[in-house]
T-cell receptor
Framework: NAGVTQTPKFQVLKTGQSMTLQCAQDMNHEYMSWYRQDPGMGLRLIHYSVGAGITDQGEVPNGYNVSRSTTEDFPLRLLSAAPSQTSVYFC????????????FGSGTRLTVV | GQQVMQIPQYQHVQEGEDFTTYCNSSTTLSNIQWYKQRPGGHPVFLIQLVKSGEVKKQKRLTFQFGEAKKNSSLHITATQTTDVGTYFCAGPRGSTLGRLYFGRGTQLTVWP
């Protein structure tokens, strides 16, 4: 199993550009989430999904869209990049049962100039 | 705002000393999870606590969940340089287990 795969690992965008961060998992996990990590702020939840076709907002959803057309994939779209979106983005997935924790991808480091 | 508050933000210890990080919530949590993130890495799940007053151990790590299920702690006995990293607690917001909110973490530095 590859676990949670995120692409790209690094990305530089110009202000106003759009892009999609890819996330795929091969563990048949029902739950998937996107977090951003900024220094001193911990991990903040952007969007999450409890199953294919079901998504909801987290703490900091503005400027981001998600969709979950399959169990495996959970892409994160930046609609119009802003310097405030410079961050490290982590995708994570977990099983639905109550005892499991999230498995994280290795992250995407995004810089918006 | 943050669902869970975590203190301290930073901790520097000499190798062999003990370390504790604390997590507090204003609301009752159905469960709490702990993660470790090594420098430059991604968070890795350590453990989940569910029951009031629960205590779990993993070698030198001891995890506790408060009786009121509003606080938790992680204690490391006799720290080693391999313990370096940031430790996060995380709790679900509301009844949706998929909506997991993290504390800001405690960054542990261990001096040899």
């Amino acid at each position: 199993n590859a676990g949670v795969t995120q692409t790209p690992k690094f990305q530089v965008l110009k202000t106003g550009q759009s892009m999609t961060l890819q996330c795929a998992q091969d563990m048949n996990h029902e739950y998937m989430s996107w977090y951003r990590q900024d220094p001193g702020m911990g991990l903040r939840l952007i969007h999450y999904s409890v199953g294919a076709g079901i998504t909801d907002q987290g703490e900091v959803p503005n400027g981001y869209n998600v969709s979950r057309s399959t169990t495996e994939d959970f892409p994160l779209r930046l609609l119009s990049a802003a310097p405030s979106q410079t961050s490290v983005y982590f995708c994570a997935s977990r099983q639905k049962n109550r005892d499991s924790g999230y498995t994280f991808g290795s992250g995407t480091r995004l810089t918006v100039v | 705002g943050q669902q869970v508050m975590q203190i301290p933000q930073y901790q520097h210890v000499q190798e062999g000393e003990d370390f504790t990080t604390y997590c507090n919530s204003s609301t009752t949590l159905s469960n709490i999870q702990w993660y470790k993130q090594r420098p430059g890495g991604h968070p890795v799940f350590l453990i989940q606590l569910v029951k009031s007053g629960e205590v779990k151990k993993q070698k030198r790590l001891t995890f506790q969940f408060g009786e009121a299920k509003k606080n938790s702690s992680l204690h490391i006995t006799a720290t080693q340089t391999t313990d370096v990293g940031t430790y996060f607690c995380a709790g679900p917001r509301g009844s949706t287990l998929g909506r997991l909110y993290f504390g800001r973490g405690t960054q542990l530095t261990v001096w040899p």
